[in-house]
């Protein structure tokens, strides 16, 4: 049976309230938080072909969690800069990590006892892995939790940050290759069908999925994944995008 972390730990606040925002997110804000007052999805479902890159305990878990209402395991900050073209911080990851070494992503990480809330993981991750101070940071709502491939449940935290901390963030190298911009008006336009090179065990496969891509100064960085299914939420809920979402292998 899955192990799922059921909503028991009292001390530790998913989502909290978010006061409404003023200037340009305000609408963003509002549309987050009709979500929840509708009675939206707190964990959403797995993708088309998501069955084909997971394992079958992490398949488990995710449609136990469809019943429950589990506590995130890990948070990522979805950090939007407050400037007149709005731009989204990613990072892509260093190449000798565990997991997910070398893609884009988010900065965040999992959960640990001194967390008090989704967003207090958020600021704690994104302050170690790019030195982002809290008070830059201004909460704008939250997104449904999404299953990453290693079986964690996710909790998007949106914000926006301020523009004079984002020339001064440094990347930890021991968990970040690079930091790069995306422009916020990509993610309101179609993401492209990529085809990418993907190992499942000693077999070599072709990954077709849809995807985003950026330039971090260095070359070309295809989000794609959980990241982009994020994005893509992001869209839906706060601006009526709605991308079809899907994996598909081939040998």
Request: charged share 20%.
């Amino acid at each position: 049976m899955p192990n799922l972390t059921q909503q028991t730990d009292v001390a530790f606040i998913d989502r909290e309230h978010i006061p409404t925002a003023q200037g340009q997110f305000a609408t963003l804000t509002a549309k987050l938080d009709r979500y929840w007052q509708d009675g939206g999805l707190d964990v959403l479902p797995l993708s088309k072909g998501d069955n084909q890159l997971l394992s079958a305990d992490v398949i488990a878990k995710s449609t136990l969690a469809e019943q429950t209402s589990p506590l995130p395991d890990a948070c990522v900050l979805v950090a939007i800069s407050d400037e007149p073209v709005p731009r989204l911080l990613l990072t892509r990851r260093a190449v000798n990590l565990n997991s997910h070494a070398g893609e884009v992503s988010f900065v965040g990480g999992k959960r640990d006892d001194t967390d008090v809330s989704s967003l207090s993981v958020a600021c704690r991750e994104a302050f170690e892995e790019v030195g982002l101070y809290q008070h830059h940071i201004s909460p704008i709502g939250y997104l449904p939790m999404q299953m990453s491939r290693s079986g964690l449940f996710v909790r998007p935290v949106v914000a926006s940050i301020e523009r004079s901390a984002m020339d001064g963030l440094i990347a930890n190298q021991d968990e970040i290759d690079a930091i790069f911009w995306l422009n916020f008006e990509r993610i309101l336009t179609p993401p492209v069908a990529y085809a990418m090179h993907r190992m499942l065990g000693v077999q070599r496969f072709t990954l077709h999925t849809p995807a985003w891509l950026g330039d971090d100064g260095a070359g070309e960085q295809v989000v794609w994944g959980l990241t982009a299914r994020i994005l893509a939420n992001l869209a839906e809920i706060g601006f009526g995008k709605q991308y079809p979402w899907y994996y598909r292998l081939r040998a």
